[in-house]
T-cell receptor, first 112, second 115 residues
Framework: GENVEQHPSTLSVQEGDSAVIKCTYSDSASNYFPWYKQELGKRPQLIID?????GEKKDQRIAVTLNKTAKHFSLHITETQPEDSAVYFC???????????FGKGTSLLVTP | GAVVSQHPSWVICKSGTSVKIECRSL??????MFWYRQFPKQSLMLMAT?????????EQGVEKDKFLINHASLTLSTLTVTSAHPEDSSFYICSARTVSTDTQYFGPGTRLTVL
């Protein structure tokens, strides 16, 4: 089955700096790669996703890149703000309607 | 649109009792719902895939007789934790897949604590 690795497990940055979280996956059949933000005790919120026919996608301060050949994808957050502090999960699946295989998560702390 | 609710939001029960958790898609029909479990400070792990009108498909290592899933309608799936034990204490989250957009939306989760 699919195995998703995520690094780093914790990340601390100063407000205004950029944050990068990286994930690798094992199943070449995976075509859908979403990123979720989860605050303590709450549901995961989809922040951005990318499909395998696209190499990069951007939404304001958030961007995701995908290297399908190398089987890795990354989340980039620019101009970080304290409210970006949360746990971020990457995931992979065949497509958006299929079960998700999650990475172990990255706890991001943005200090003022 | 695309709102998923769960009930209850939290439950505390004694060891040996059964607990039922409901997952509802409020404004769309969901032919497929997924149940995940999340232990403290860990990731979400898929437990089972629930398809309306058919038996659920369980992931390896998840006991189907312990975690009973019923998906009797296009808007409701239930997870029953039978004979719960302290090690079943966890955050249970469902997600529902919309037919129209082929996107899944997460419920708010249910915090189960077994004493």
């Amino acid at each position: 089955g699919e195995n998703v690795e995520q690094h780093p497990s914790t990340l601390s940055v100063q407000e205004g700096d950029s944050a990068v979280i990286k994930c690798t996956y094992s199943d070449s059949a995976s075509n859908y790669f979403p990123w979720y933000k989860q605050e303590l005790g709450k549901r995961p919120q989809l922040i951005i996703d990318i499909r395998s026919n696209v190499g990069e996608k951007k939404d304001q301060r958030i961007a995701v890149t995908l290297n399908k050949t190398a089987k890795h994808f990354s989340l980039h957050i620019t101009e970080t703000q304290p409210e970006d502090s949360a746990v971020y999960f990457c995931a992979a699946s065949k497509d958006s309607g299929y079960a998700l295989n999650f990475g172990k998560g990255t706890s991001l702390l943005v200090t003022p | 649109g695309a709102v998923v609710s769960q009930h209850p939001s939290w439950v505390i029960c004694k060891s040996g009792t059964s607990v039922k958790i409901e997952c509802r898609s409020l404004d769309f029909q969901a032919t497929t719902m997924f149940w995940y479990r999340q232990f403290p400070k860990q990731s979400l792990m898929l437990m089972a895939t629930s398809n309306e009108g058919s038996k659920a498909t369980y992931e390896q290592g998840v006991e189907k007789d312990k975690f009973l899933i019923n998906h009797a309608s296009l808007t409701l799936s239930t997870l029953t934790v039978t004979s719960a034990h302290p090690e079943d204490s966890s955050f249970y989250i469902c997600s529902a897949r919309t037919v129209s957009t082929d996107t899944q939306y997460f419920g708010p989760g249910t915090r189960l604590t077994v004493l």
